[in-house]
């Protein structure tokens, strides 16, 4: 049986369902039972039951014989690994953004577009004492800031506009852009330029440079944030600069 989601997607069930389980027991942080499991997906225990023990027996999930609550298994820190096998972004990033951040003196992270929104893989802080920061694993929307807007300038127009008009443009701040035609437009200059500029449209504020990376069949990007009082307009034009050489040099290690 498949379920239809979105013109063009469509998905399993149990599939969906197992992916929940996963997703649910790793934000807990902690072992869940079936119980708690039934209660926080909305589903059976019978079914939750069916699905945990199959990931228990794939070794996705771990048991433990006393509680009897599901954990995390090894089997997907494995996949994990495995996943980034041939070259492996983090790495190859990590000491080009921190000759970057020591340059410009601004937090600079690295990014993977994750479905409808973008994981932050790894930061490189500012030594600065008053600073932005977000640890590696943090989600953010797909459609707020520069990150977005590279990661949506490699897409087809017509699935820009599809995933703009599904998920909606949030105004989270005055300086968001919300009509669909204009931000249409913001992303067709992003191709053109070959990065985004964030002025205060995510935070106010703050203002960030983001630009895309070669990274195989995953869409990477790396960008850097920093206050207002300290990116001035003279300032945003060194970045920019540094930012896409940096990017480059990442890009040219991943291919090679």
């Not at 869940?32 to 027996?57: D, M, P, W, Y």
């Not at 703009?164 to 968001?176: E, F, I, M, N, W």
């Not at 790396?222 to 896409?244: A, H, S």
Request: proline content about 4%.
């Amino acid at each position: 049986m498949v379920n239809k989601m979105k013109k063009g997607n469509y998905a399993v069930p149990s599939v969906v369902k197992a992916f929940k389980v996963l997703e649910i027991i790793s934000e807990s942080g902690v072992a869940l039972s079936i119980s708690e499991l039934s209660r926080r997906l909305g589903l059976s225990k019978g079914t939750v039951f069916a699905i945990a023990s199959t990931l228990q027996h794939l070794g996705v999930l771990v048991r433990d014989p006393v509680n009897k609550k599901f954990s995390l298994g090894y089997t997907l820190l494995e996949l994990g690994r495995r996943a980034f096998v041939r070259k492996d972004p983090r790495e190859i990033a990590r000491k080009p953004m921190e000759d970057l951040v020591e340059d410009i003196e601004e937090t600079t992270f690295l990014g993977v577009l994750n479905g409808d929104h973008i994981t932050i893989l790894d930061v490189v802080e500012s030594k600065r004492e008053l600073k932005i920061t977000a640890p590696s694993g943090t989600r953010l929307p797909l459609l707020a800031g520069a990150t977005g807007k590279v990661f949506l300038a490699t897409m087809e127009s017509a699935r820009v506009r599809e995933l703009v008009k599904s998920l909606g443009l949030t105004a989270y701040t005055p300086h968001s852009t919300t009509d669909v035609d204009r931000y249409m437009e913001e992303i067709e200059e992003v191709r053109k330029k070959g990065f985004a500029i964030d002025d205060e449209e995510y935070i106010r504020g703050v203002r960030a440079v983001a630009c895309p990376l070669e990274a195989g069949p995953l869409p990477h990007a790396i960008w850097v944030v920093g206050f207002t009082t300290r990116l001035d307009d003279k300032k945003m034009g060194r970045v920019i600069e540094e930012l896409r050489k940096t990017s480059h040099s990442i890009s040219k290690a991943l291919r090679g």
